[in-house]
């Protein structure tokens, strides 16, 4: 499954931007997805994951009121809307999926994941 993110970048602390995730070629509407982070030294972290069907959405406490994850089946992409952006949240962020249809948890480890779009915090 070839998952693309994009959106990433350098952003000043307090700033915003908006991560997509999609797949060429492959359907993702029956299919939850997460967002996972990973910084340097650091363990991954499930940042949000989005359910198929009713687009319930799971946020980790550390970006809750900050980042919101949402989906456009129309355009077969996966969005995390990242807002008040710290220098914390410096990392490279991954979509991945588990191709089921509901989020059961937030999690680190999918059964398939995209290269990653690195996310850069700092004035």
């Known amino acids: 499954v070839p998952l693309v993110e994009s959106g990433g970048g350098l952003v000043q602390p307090g700033g915003s931007l908006r991560l997509s995730c999609t797949a060429p070629?492959?359907?993702?509407?029956?299919?939850?997805i997460g967002w996972i982070r990973q910084a340097p030294g650091k363990e991954a972290e499930g940042v949000s994951c989005?359910?198929?069907?009713?687009?319930?959405?799971l946020y980790a406490d550390s970006i809750k009121g900050r980042f919101t994850i949402s989906r456009d089946n129309g355009e077969n992409t996966v969005y995390l809307q990242m807002n008040r952006l710290k220098s914390a949240d410096t990392a490279v962020y991954y979509c991945?999926?588990?191709?089921?249809?509901?989020?059961?948890?937030?999690?680190?480890?999918?059964?398939?994941r995209g290269q990653g779009t690195q996310v850069t915090v700092s004035s």
């Open positions: 991945a999926t588990d191709f089921l249809s509901n989020c059961r948890s937030l999690k680190t480890s999918y059964e398939h």
């Open positions: 070629g492959f359907t993702l509407d029956y299919y939850a």
């Open positions: 989005i359910s198929s069907f009713d687009g319930i959405a």
